[in-house]
Nanobody, 121 residues
Framework: QVQLVESGGGLVQAGGSLRLSCAASGSIFSISGMGWYRQAPGKQRELVAAINSGAGTNYADSVKGRFTISRDNAKNTVYLQMNSLKPEDTAVYYC???????????????WGQGTQVTVSS
């Protein structure tokens, strides 16, 4: 009943920019934290950036100063602006959100399907 759908991935040259979006839909009562994770081949999934309900943010050290996470609560959407992209940023990017659904009012974490980001050298 709740879905997260990412968009905005693609192929970009090193130094370029991409903006990822993730929209949550369904029987949503409220959304607390939202975030972006990524997973490259042969590596563990890692936190890229997170934003809480009060708009407080935290970032992985590897992306600080280059990536910016934001959210639009009215649209149930989280964004990731990625600037100065590097080849090592290449990965599948997943959004997630801690959502309380209207059906049972119990908060749980939902994940999107992922979107591929490829940065060429």
């Amino acid at each position: 009943q709740v879905q997260l759908v990412e968009s905005g991935g693609g192929l970009v040259q090193a130094g370029g920019s991409l903006r990822l979006s993730c929209a949550a839909s369904g029987s949503i009562f409220s959304i607390s934290g939202m975030g972006w994770y990524r997973q490259a081949p042969g590596k563990q999934r890692e936190l890229v950036a997170a934003i809480n309900s009060g708009a407080g943010t935290n970032y992985a050290d590897s992306v600080k100063g280059r990536f910016t996470i934001s959210r639009d609560n009215a649209k149930n959407t989280v964004y990731l602006q990625m600037n100065s992209l590097k080849p090592e940023d290449t990965a599948v990017y997943y959004c997630n959100a801690d959502i309380t659904v209207r059906v049972d009012l119990f908060r749980k974490t939902y994940w999107g399907q992922g979107t591929q980001v490829t940065v060429s050298s």
